[in-house]
Structures are given as structure tokens and as C-alpha cells.
């Protein structure tokens, strides 16, 4: 006959416990993400389910600030808006797929075009306030205030 103490059964699982941790990457629920969870949900609701599914994909509260300032940098420059995908496996039409690359080729060409009139226009505008500020301080010392 088989005896179980209290020893084996509490060692068996712990065991377990700890097997199932090790599986599982979501398993970081330390004090500090508990407390940005928390908080976040008391200042405002989405934010605590979006700290709450952060944590839920195994990943530290502490790291989102930093993953959202280098979304939010990717966005802004441009880096997510990949237009030089390959159309290979967009369609069995390589003349259809030829004339999407066209389409996109001409796109980005577009694109930087308006870069570089914007960039010039603003180079205009600081060359006319400079001119405009030249002409009002050679009034004000001609007239000896």
C-alpha cells in the first residue's frame, strides 16, 4: 500500500506550479505590473486594458512607454508605410502585378516630390520673414530710436 505524507503531495505541486510558470510566458505578474494595470485603470479604463493585454502577451509594463515611442517614431517617419513589397504573391498575373509596382514606383516618386517642393517652400518662407526683418530693423535705425 502506497502512502502519501504531506511532504510528497506539497512537493508534487510545487512542482506542478512551477512546471506550468516555465510553460507559460505570461507569468510577469510582479508588483509593478499589477500597480500599472491598476492605476491605469483608475486614471482611464483603455489604458488599463491596454497595460492588462501587454501583460497578458508576457511582456513587462515597465517596457511599454518605450515600445510606444518607437511605434509612435515609426509612424511618424514613415517606416511602417513599406511600399517596396515584392507583388510576387499578390496575384498569378505578372502583367497585373508589373503594373501595381508601376503604380507604387510612381507613388513614392510622388511622395518625395512633395517632400522636396514642402522643403524648399519652407526654405522660401524663412528667406522672405529674414528679408521682411531685415527691412524693419534698417527702419528702426534709420529713424535713431
Known amino acids: ?11 508534487s505541486a510545487r512542482s506542478k506550479a512551477s ?3 516555465r510553460g507559460r510566458k505570461s507569468s510577469n505578474w510582479s ?33 511599454l512607454p518605450s515600445a510606444i515611442k518607437a511605434k509612435w517614431v ?16 499578390a496575384s498569378d498575373n505578372v502583367v497585373f502585378n508589373e503594373y501595381q509596382q508601376t503604380q507604387h514606383d510612381k507613388i513614392r516618386e510622388i511622395k518625395h516630390e512633395i517632400a522636396e517642393r514642402s522643403k524648399r517652400f519652407n526654405q522660401w518662407r524663412a528667406d522672405a520673414q529674414r528679408r521682411v526683418d531685415e527691412a524693419e530693423f534698417e527702419a528702426f535705425m534709420k529713424d535713431g530710436y
Not at 74 to 89: I, K, V
Open 74 to 89: 515609426a509612424l511618424r517617419s514613415g517606416a511602417d508605410m513599406d511600399l517596396n513589397f515584392s507583388f510576387e504573391s
Open 31 to 63: 508588483g509593478i505590473n499589477i500597480a500599472a494595470m491598476v492605476l491605469g485603470f483608475v486614471f482611464f479604463w483603455p489604458v488599463g486594458l491596454l497595460i492588462l493585454f501587454w501583460i497578458l502577451t508576457g511582456r513587462n509594463a515597465v517596457d
Open 1 to 11: 500500500m502506497t502512502s502519501w505524507g504531506s511532504n510528497d503531495l506539497g512537493h
Open 19 to 21: 512546471e506550468y510558470r
